[in-house]
């Protein structure tokens, strides 16, 4: 593999394309060094044309030049510095100490000899003051008959822009060098090409918009006036506040994750294994919860449960209910995320092949059994990653929190509340980051308990019969629960869609339907900006997760598990934290991308690509490697691999990844409210305006508008997409 011939050929291949870059790029930036300075000796040049000719006026003409240019800097001395009758006139006296020190004592004497020539100097150096840089320049100011310089002026010319796109083209020149030898590098010693190329694509991606993001908000907390400093984390660390924050935002994550993934999971075992009527519909109503803000849900169920609730007060008459907190909290979330698990356990649950629960039944083995021994252990990698998307998701949620809290603190609140309302940013990103220690050892946890066992069930024969496990009892009570949780849906967006008729819901509840004409014609172009970009985002983050998820498991290679972590890390940031470090991240060259449509895409990509990820990964490890080489033996490369026989057998996962991308995408709040501008608008944002001000009635006309839009968008999706009729599944009862 690593042969000596190859090794000189791609050294050489490397050398002349780092030959060839360096030409291209020096040319490009000496050019622009050279169109710098012409412009700043005209500048300088226009200057010293406007000096006063009175040489007693040179002091003040210098205080007006601070005020003229207050980015630059000056200094003025009277005749030619070191000759016979030269003083100091005035100024900026750093530009005094600068002239005076020795290492500079040579670059001073030319700039002397320019000045009795009339010529102007440009310092060897680009000089530093405060961190920022400027071009020295040294010029004469000429006497009336323009024979001999009367004074000298020394102007520091801010350039940071000269800087930046010096420092702009060498990161090209090396980015560009280093993709040419990875790619070079592939082609010539891989035996799987597309699978490096692939595993390099995904390294980048999360490189530039997990890493190093992270990074820039790392440093926010660990750099204060300029200097490194450890403050910030001390006052974190040493604050009861914060550490109680964050075990409420722990606690209130596992209590929110084991109760949706139990429903998640009851509500996919009842759908994909049971023979219950009227699926379609449970399924719609199960995925309702994240087509809609978050903060939609959690205001009906105040307005439904609150202290003045419908429900509450004027039903049932009962004073003093609390809704705020902890269980109130969980409530929200658990309406809110059970869907996740709901969507990654039906697609685990279809994949089963149920020839190992008939041959247990065949066995005499009761339903009961064959579920606890059978099922339930294959389906073990969907419930782990279920609760860990839920429980990442739970810690990273503010919205729900903002509103639902109350004296309950939860580390995603205090953070949102130190970085918006305190405008503390680096205390918002340091407790931000705390949240990633409890998500990252749950995380490495499930992981580790995953790859010690082995849950394939599908070998190329696959089953086209699904055993219905449930007895009449139980599919029963699995209806009536089902039912349960439906309704308590229904009345949630019943709420909803009640608000677009309401004059001022909770004070005039009389009909009308002006609020609908009035909503849609203020939401219209951030409804059809938040469409474009969520239709953008949907099959990029669909492709790269399947990706991600066939590289994670069937391919071994070097920095495997970081590579996965920084995949997974983005549902363990708030959203603030995502929206900080973008603008941080993203705010300067090389990639200038705040204002922009591309970074609300990255935005969604990135923050939802975990999901498709986790239910991708679970479907792979069901499907036996032995097709995958089988295919090989016959000819067929990676590529066609991947297309004919993974894409298939892993649909459900990928239509799941699809689908909750381009819902969430739809709904985001937390990161997005950093990054939109005025003309990438969010149709959530609009949403939360309008509740903020208390016109519920206008937010409730959006926000039916747009689970509207997504439920058709979903649907289109599915029959698009249509699953394979090898792998369909029909539920026979034994």
Request: charged letters at 15%; a positive charge.
């Amino acid at each position: 593999m690593f042969t000596k011939k190859k090794i000189i050929m791609i050294s050489v291949v490397c050398l002349i394309f780092a030959i060839g870059e360096y030409w291209i790029f020096s040319t490009i930036q000496n050019t622009f060094e050279k169109n710098t300075l012409k412009e700043t000796k005209a500048l300088v040049k226009g200057i010293t044309s406007f000096a006063p000719s009175n040489d007693e006026a040179l002091s003040d003409w210098i205080i007006e030049l601070s005020d003229i240019y207050p980015d630059n800097r000056f200094f003025a001395i009277k005749g030619v510095p070191g000759e016979e009758g030269s003083e100091l006139i005035g100024g900026d006296e750093a530009l005094l100490d600068l002239w005076q020190l020795p290492e500079y004592a040579e670059a001073a004497s030319y700039a002397t000899e320019s000045v009795s020539y009339l010529e102007i100097y440009k310092w060897p150096k680009i000089v530093h003051f405060k961190g920022v840089p400027y071009m020295l320049m040294v010029a004469p100011i000429p006497d009336a008959e323009n024979s001999e310089a009367r004074a000298t002026l020394l102007a520091a010319i801010n350039s940071t822009g000269y800087v930046s796109f010096s420092r702009l083209v060498d990161a090209l020149a090396l980015i560009a060098f280093v993709l040419f030898g990875v790619g070079f590098g592939i082609a010539t010693f891989s035996r799987d090409p597309i699978s490096g190329y692939a595993i390099v694509v995904l390294a980048a991606i999360v490189l530039a918009f997990v890493a190093y993001p992270l990074l820039e908000a790392v440093r926010l907390t660990l750099i204060k006036d300029g200097k490194f400093s450890f403050n910030v984390w001390k006052t974190i660390l040493s604050n009861r506040q914060y550490l109680q924050a964050l075990w409420g935002s722990i606690q209130l994550g596992i209590v929110t994750a084991t109760i949706s993934t139990f429903i998640g999971f009851v509500y996919a075992f009842a759908v994909a294994r049971t023979s219950m009527k009227g699926k379609k519909l449970v399924t719609t109503l199960a995925t309702m919860p994240v087509i809609s803000p978050p903060f939609s849900l959690t205001l009906s169920i105040i307005l439904l449960f609150g202290k003045n609730g419908i429900v509450t007060k004027q039903w049932l008459g009962l004073q003093n209910i609390n809704i705020y907190g902890l269980w109130g909290l969980a409530l929200a979330q658990t309406i809110s995320m059970f869907p996740i698990a709901f969507m990654t356990m039906q697609g685990v649950l279809e994949a089963i092949d149920s020839t190992l629960e008939d041959a247990s039944l065949d066995l005499n083995a009761s339903r009961w059994y064959t579920f606890r021994h059978v099922t339930l252990p294959l389906a073990a990698p969907g419930l782990l990653s279920s609760w860990l998307l839920v429980f990442t998701n739970s810690l990273a949620d503010f919205a729900n929190p903002l509103l639902l809290s109350g004296s309950y603190r939860v580390l995603s609140v205090e953070s949102y509340i130190e970085a918006i309302g305190m405008n503390r940013l680096n205390n918002g990103a340091a407790l931000s980051l705390l949240l990633l220690l409890p998500t990252l050892t749950a995380f490495l946890a499930q992981r580790r308990w995953v790859n010690r066992k082995s849950f394939v069930v599908v070998t190329g024969k696959p089953s086209t019969r699904l055993s219905d496990l449930a007895s009449s009892g139980v599919r029963k009570a699995l209806t009536g629960f089902v039912i349960l949780v439906s309704a308590f849906i229904v009345g949630l967006y019943g709420t909803i869609v009640a608000g677009c008729f309401v004059k001022n819901w909770g004070i005039d509840y009389s009909f009308t339907l002006a609020n609908i004409g009035e909503a849609l014609t203020r939401g219209k172009q951030s409804l059809v900006s938040t469409i474009t970009l969520a239709g953008i985002a949907t099959p990029i983050a669909g492709i790269l997760a399947m990706v991600a998820a066939f590289i994670l498991v069937r391919k071994n290679f070097p920095g495997k598990r970081i590579l996965e972590s920084l995949i997974m890390a983005p549902f363990a940031i708030p959203g603030t934290l995502i929206g900080i470090s973008f603008i941080l991240a993203f705010n300067k060259p090389p990639l200038l991308l705040v204002g922009t449509g591309a970074i609300l895409v990255i935005n969604y990509v990135v923050r939802e690509l975990p999901v498709g990820v986790e239910g991708g990964i679970a479907a792979l490890r069901q499907i036996d490697p032995s097709i995958e080489e089988a295919a090989a033996d016959l000819g067929a490369d990676q590529a066609t691999i991947f297309r004919t026989i993974i894409l298939p057998l892993i649909r459900p996962a990928f239509i799941s990844s699809m689908s909750y991308t381009f819902v969430r995408s739809m709904t985001a709040v937390s990161a997005i409210i950093f990054l939109i501008s005025a003309k990438w608008y969010h149709i959530t944002i609009q949403i939360y305006n309008f509740s903020e001000n208390l016109r519920f009635g206008l937010a409730s006309v959006l926000a039916t508008t747009l689970i509207i839009i997504v439920l058709a968008v979903f649907g289109l999706m599915r029959l698009l997409v249509r699953q394979s009729e090898y792998l369909e599944k029909t539920i026979t009862t034994q």
